[in-house]
């Protein structure tokens, strides 16, 4: 199956931590990439590989994976941090299928 | 400093076929990576439309593969999108981006996207 599941919404306290989970069968064979959104934006990617941070990511973020499941933490959440997350992922097919989205609230 | 800019009709009829270009600057198409189509309905989440390889080689979202057309043109190094028969349900954001596949993949390069209203 090449579906991606997260949650629907997440929130965290300002400075605490939090994990953003995307679950699918393709996790266990291929790693996923993670976007942040924010309204009226273009993505941007995030996280990739296996914990890799694009120039400009601060390392407040990082990524993880065990088994069928990819993780997005964030350490010590900010403000800025508000905002919608997606995984992506390569299927068996060589497909790209997005997750449905996190939409990340800081209290 | 590697750019996308989509461009193409704001408003498509329905029944009709939707197209767009992505323009790339700061890199030559021909030179490597895949390229990518994905799409946003207002208020919900992406949808990855299909990628291709700068030799021709395509992957398309099986759900939208009869109706999608992606295109490279190395010569203006630029890539399209078309997609037929388009319905209200295709009404979004439309993004194209930069994907690198090695043994990790990634959309590292957005557009920053153009809206698309089918609307008779």
């Known amino acids: 199956s090449s579906e991606l599941t997260q949650d629907p919404a997440v929130s965290v306290a300002l400075g605490q931590t939090v994990r953003i989970t995307c679950q699918g069968d393709?996790?266990?064979?291929?790693?996923a990439s993670w976007y942040q959104q924010k309204p009226g934006q273009a993505p941007v990617l995030v996280i990739y590989?296996?914990?890799n941070r694009p120039s400009g990511i601060p390392d407040r973020f990082s990524g993880s994976s065990s088994g069928n499941t990819a993780s997005l933490t964030i350490t010590g959440a900010q403000a800025e941090d508000e905002a919608d997350y997606y995984c992506n992922s390569r299927d068996s097919s060589g497909n790209h299928p997005f997750g449905g989205g996190t939409k990340l609230t800081v209290l | 400093q590697v750019q996308l800019q989509e461009s193409g009709p704001g408003l498509v009829k329905p029944s009709e076929t939707l197209s767009l270009t992505c323009a790339v600057s700061g890199y030559s198409i021909s030179s490597g990576y895949y390229w990518g189509w994905i799409r946003q309905p207002p208020g919900k989440g992406l949808e990855w439309i299909g990628s291709i390889y700068h030799s021709g080689s395509t992957y398309y979202n099986p759900s939208l593969k009869s109706r999608v057309t992606i295109s490279v043109d190395t010569s203006k190094n630029q890539f399209s999108l078309k997609l037929s028969s388009v319905t209200a349900a295709d009404t979004a954001v439309y993004y194209c981006?930069?994907?690198?596949?090695?043994?990790?993949?990634?959309?590292?390069?957005w557009g920053q996207g153009t809206m698309v209203t089918v609307s008779s």
């Open positions: 981006a930069r994907v690198v596949v090695t043994i990790y993949d990634a959309f590292d390069i």
């Open positions: 393709s996790l266990r064979s291929y790693y």
């Open positions: 590989g296996k914990n």
